[in-house]
Structure formats: structure tokens, C-alpha cells
């Protein structure tokens, strides 16, 4: 085995490069606060992405099964060409036709919430809730969206058929509305109209505010009588069954729809039908760039560490060239010499990854703490911050240690004199 790569070898340098270090410990300093910053700010970025990432999954996919949307506009475009926005709303006949028509999709749901104007405030005798989304929808929404209930019970079909005023509360607002009372079979107010409360949420802290915990349901066709606005945003949610492709799912909708519309073969579709996988592509499309870029901003700390870690290794290199030049004459090889300074290099960048990833993941746990924003600590991203810096010290180290390996013993050991 070559001397320069025995593990006696690498830890004698191992040592002499923290003697450096620590005889230098200024220098050092700055060297390892510069890689620190770099890698710090970096994991912080990647542990919030993380969890966000993560976040919006759990959000997306909520319910056991994936989601189709049947939808006036393009889930990611809107409604802004003059065409789109004549298109026929969405009706809860149409959502009939979906239950009976789409074998592969259950629990089928017509859903409508405002869009375009002020949420609603909810009173209940002298307490009033905080803004909140107010939605029509039916039963099965509790499968859609992974509802729990937490009081009482879920609005049924049939008042769903005699546009009964019930409702069902999230979270938020049964905390503003009965904090010491139990809501059920109370009256409550959402303008002019007054509802009894049959039922409350489980708190359910999303990304998504209008399916968070701040939030509140209906009936459909009691929404429809009494609260609905023109641009108001009607849906049609389904579940793909086990063993179906969300592929074959959306296909069977857009056959049922575009029979209903008497579509032609040669006409485009005057709807869109959209998915949670759809929606967590699209998501992802967003947060990639994004990542890249904080990435590549944050990486601009790693090179300025390695730039100083070159420039601090050449004068190293200067300072001891009579030390080479006595290790050359006795004995040591170019490759001993370039080994010394590479893991000097490693070691000045190593510690100083280390030091970065506790502040930035403890920053970014930190930031959790204090926004609600999620983190997530993932240790592969740990074992790259790691890597990383130390390979920025070999990469930078590179040259300087090439030099030091080149110096010829005798010049060397009369460069003091």
C-alpha cells in the first residue's frame, strides 16, 4: 500500500492539519465562518423547501385515494381568454351524471365556495368568528378531503335534497364561536340567515387556508339558495377507486361531461378536469427553480470559503517552505507533501460544514418554531453539506498543495536564509 494513503499517514496530517489550524486561529477562523455561513444558509434553505415539499403533499394528498376535479377553468390557468369565461357553470346535475356515469370515481362530490369577495363572518349570539371560508358540499366530502369530525355529526343527503340550514364548523370557528360550550344544536348567523350547528372539526392546520381549520360547511343546495354570488367557484371532486389509473378516471369524466355538452369530435372541451397529481406536478414545476436558484445563492458563501481557503493555503505554502523542504530531504514524496495540504484544506472546510449544518438546520428548526412554517430534516442533504465542503477544500486546496509538492528540498530549506 503507498505510504501517502496509509491510515497512520492520513491521521498524522489529520493532526498536523488542527495544529495548523489552532496556531492560526484567526485565520482559521474566518476561513471556517465563510464556509459556515455558505453551508448554514444552504441547509437552512433545503430543510424549509423540504418540509414545505413535504407539506404540500400532505395537503394534496389527504385522502386515501387520488382526486379528480371537474372544473369550469384550467386548475393552473383561470378564466382570463373571452371564451373560457362564457362557459356553462358546473351543476349538481352534471355531478349526478359523474356518479352514474364513472364506474372508476367515488364518492362523488359538488362543491361550491366563494371567490372574488370577502369571506364570511359568523355570529353566534354575542361571539363572532374571525373571517372564515364558508363552502356548499356534500357528505362525501368527509372522504375527500380526510375530515375527522370532532362533535356531532356530518350533514346527510337528505338535507342535502330539502336545503336544510345546518352546518358544520371547523375548528377556528367553534374555538371563536363556543369556547366553553358545547355547539351542538346551537344557532348561529351568516348574515341574514341563521343555521343550526349539527357538527365540528378536528383541527387540520394546512397550507391550503380554505380547507385549514378556517373554515366552515353547508349544503350545497343550501348554499346555492342563499349565499351564492355568480363568481362563485362550483366543483366537482372525485375519488379514484383502488386499481384504477387516475388516467382512466379522467378520461370517464371528460367522456361523461362532453356527452352532456354534445360536444363534437372536431370541438375542444368547455371544462377541465384536473388531479392532485396534476397539482403536485404543478407545485413542483414552482418549488424546482425555486430551490435551484436559493441554492445557487446560498452556494456563493462555499466559494467565497474556498477562495479564501486557496488564498490562505498559499500563504501557508509561503510561510513553510523551509518546513517542506526538511520533510523532502528526509524522505517525504511529492505525493506525501500534496496529501498534507489537501487534508489540511479538507479539514479547514470539513469543520466549517459542520459547524454550518448545526446553524442551519437549528435556524431552521428555529424559524419553524416561531412562523408555523414546516422543516424537515433530511440526513442525505446532511451527508451532501458535509461532502460538499470538505470537497470544496480539496477543489480549492488543489492548487496550493500542487505548489507546496513542486518546491525543490534544497531552495526550499535556504528560502529562511
Excluded at 371537474?70 to 346535475?93: A, N, P, Y
Excluded at 345546518?166 to 364561536?177: T, Y
Excluded at 469543520?351 to 442551519?360: D, E, L, R, Y
Amino acid at each position: 500500500m503507498n505510504k501517502a494513503r496509509s491510515p497512520d499517514l492520513i491521521r498524522e496530517n489529520f493532526v498536523m492539519a488542527l495544529d495548523i489550524i489552532f496556531a492560526h486561529k484567526l485565520r482559521s477562523g474566518l476561513i471556517i465562518l465563510g464556509v459556515s455561513i455558505g453551508v448554514a444558509s444552504l441547509m437552512g434553505m433545503v430543510s424549509i423547501l423540504l418540509g414545505l415539499g413535504q407539506k404540500i403533499r400532505q395537503d394534496i394528498f389527504r385522502s386515501e385515494r387520488p382526486v379528480v376535479v371537474l372544473m369550469k377553468f384550467d386548475f393552473f390557468v383561470g378564466g382570463s381568454d373571452e371564451s373560457v369565461l362564457h362557459r356553462k357553470e358546473l351543476t349538481e346535475e352534471d355531478a349526478r351524471a359523474v356518479r352514474e356515469g364513472c364506474p372508476s370515481v367515488q364518492n362523488v362530490t359538488y362543491h361550491v365556495e366563494p371567490q372574488g369577495r370577502p369571506p364570511y363572518t359568523i355570529f353566534a349570539g354575542n361571539e363572532k368568528s374571525r373571517m372564515i371560508q364558508v363552502a356548499g358540499t356534500e357528505p362525501s366530502l368527509l372522504y375527500i378531503w380526510s375530515l375527522d369530525l370532532e362533535e356531532g355529526r356530518m350533514f346527510t343527503d337528505d338535507e342535502v335534497s330539502h336545503r336544510a340550514k345546518v352546518i358544520v364548523l371547523g375548528h377556528s370557528p367553534r374555538r371563536d364561536l363556543f369556547p366553553t360550550t358545547d355547539p351542538i344544536g346551537k344557532k348561529v348567523k351568516i348574515g341574514n340567515d341563521e343555521f343550526t350547528v349539527v357538527g365540528t372539526f378536528n383541527e387540520r392546520k394546512t397550507l391550503f387556508g380554505s380547507l385549514g381549520e378556517n373554515f366552515a360547511i353547508i349544503p350545497a343546495t343550501t348554499y346555492m339558495a342563499n349565499l351564492w354570488k355568480r363568481q362563485d367557484m362550483r366543483r366537482v371532486f372525485g375519488m379514484v377507486r383502488e386499481g384504477v389509473s387516475v388516467e382512466t378516471a379522467r378520461d370517464e369524466m371528460i367522456r361523461v361531461m362532453r356527452g352532456r355538452r354534445k360536444l363534437r369530435a372536431n370541438q375542444n372541451n368547455d371544462f377541465d378536469v384536473s388531479s392532485s397529481d396534476a397539482a403536485l406536478e404543478f407545485v413542483n414545476r414552482i418549488t424546482t427553480p425555486i430551490a435551484a436558484i436559493l441554492s445557487a445563492i446560498s452556494s456563493i458563501g462555499l466559494l467565497v470559503g474556498g477562495i479564501g481557503v486557496m488564498n490562505m493555503m498559499l500563504v501557508s505554502v509561503t510561510e513553510r517552505t523551509t518546513e517542506i523542504g526538511i520533510r523532502k530531504a528526509v524522505g517525504a514524496t511529492r505525493r506525501d507533501i500534496l496529501w498534507q495540504f489537501l487534508i489540511e484544506a479538507g479539514t479547514l472546510t470539513g469543520i466549517g460544514g459542520i459547524v454550518g449544518i448545526s446553524v442551519g438546520l437549528g435556524g431552521a428548526l428555529a424559524v419553524s418554531a416561531l412562523t408555523g412554517l414546516p422543516s424537515q430534516i433530511s440526513l442525505p442533504y446532511i451527508l451532501l453539506g458535509v461532502i460538499s465542503s470538505i470537497g470544496i477544500g480539496l477543489f480549492f486546496g488543489i492548487y496550493p498543495a500542487n505548489r507546496a509538492a513542486k518546491l525543490d528540498p534544497v531552495r526550499a530549506m535556504s528560502y529562511a536564509k
